[in-house]
């Protein structure tokens, strides 16, 4: 009994230190460390999923900003440039709207495990190392009052489409789809301005077809559904008529080498039945 006794009296000593453990756990420096700032940005992240848009201008998710500038580069801009159409200023799909647009222009991708910052030098074996570094060491360099969050397009541009990481919805919202259909014309309307003139009109439905009628819950509109224009095809037309010119080249050479063997032999063959001839005599 006494030794279940002494057992016990330390027992509101232990629950102190129990608590005051825990305490010390929710408000360790990993939470207001740049790691917590990327966890609170990919929870807003995920809040904007449900067509929550909203201006935040420090915390900004990454991930999805990254996503988001992606799918400018791939789906919009080729088409942009093909009609040779600014962005106006005001139009926060231009490149300079991305928060993390220069730190990104300062990754140099040295090999597939190496990735270096451009600001330092500094190597890393991954890129979310990179970004981590970023976040601890280059913050300052983030210019917060004048940037703006790209991931906050994300409901319009549809980035859930070209991120791994994030799980395919299974049921669709329809107040989201239709916040996300408002915001994606919004954006048409102010980085294409109908009377701005024929190719901004023309992208200006271009943009509705290829991100805005994606936005509802009956399935039959796919978005991007204009598809992608690659800016190597240029390239690889100019490689493909090389290889057509070059390929004739190649099966002269290769005939004219071969007839070259030939008519050696054959000069070595008479030269031989000669002599053979000359022999007896
Ligand atoms: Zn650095």
New binding site residues.
């Given amino acids: 009994m006494a030794n279940t006794e002494r057992c016990r009296k330390p027992s509101p000593l232990a629950a102190l230190f129990v608590v005051s453990l825990s305490l010390c756990l929710r408000f360790s420096p990993a939470s207001s460390s740049p790691q917590g700032f990327q966890g609170s940005a990919a929870a807003r992240g995920l809040k904007q999923d449900q067509g929550n848009i909203h201006e935040h201008e420090v915390h900004c998710s990454r991930e999805r900003s990254r996503a988001a500038s992606k799918i400018i580069e791939e789906y919009l801009m080729p088409f942009i440039e093909k009609e040779r159409y600014q962005l106006p200023n005001k139009c926060r799909l231009h490149p300079d709207y991305n928060f993390y647009g220069d730190q990104e222009q300062h990754k140099i991708h040295v090999d597939i495990n190496e990735w270096r ?1 451009g ?2 030098r ?1 190597s890393f074996y991954e890129e979310k190392y990179l970004d981590r ?2 976040d601890n ?2 913050y300052d360099l983030l210019n917060v009052s004048q940037g703006k969050c790209l991931a906050d397009l994300c409901g319009a541009l549809h980035c859930d489409l070209v991120m791994d990481s994030v799980q395919k919805k299974t049921k669709c919202n329809p107040a989201a789809a239709v916040r996300n259909k408002h915001l994606c014309e919004s954006l048409a309307d102010s980085c294409f301005p109908v009377k701005e003139g024929p190719s901004s009109s023309r992208l200006h439905e271009f943009f509705l077809r290829q991100f805005c009628d994606a936005h509802t819950c009956n399935g039959r509109q796919k978005p991007f559904s204009k598809g992608r224009r690659k800016r190597r095809s240029i390239f690889f037309i100019a490689m493909s008529i090389l290889v057509l010119l070059l390929l004739p080249l190649f099966y002269l050479f290769v005939y004219l080498y071969q007839r070259g063997i030939r008519r050696g032999t054959q000069d070595l063959r008479r030269v031989t039945e000669s002599t053979r001839k000359k022999k007896p005599s």
């Fill in positions: 910052c600001y330092c500094k570094h970023f060491r280059h």
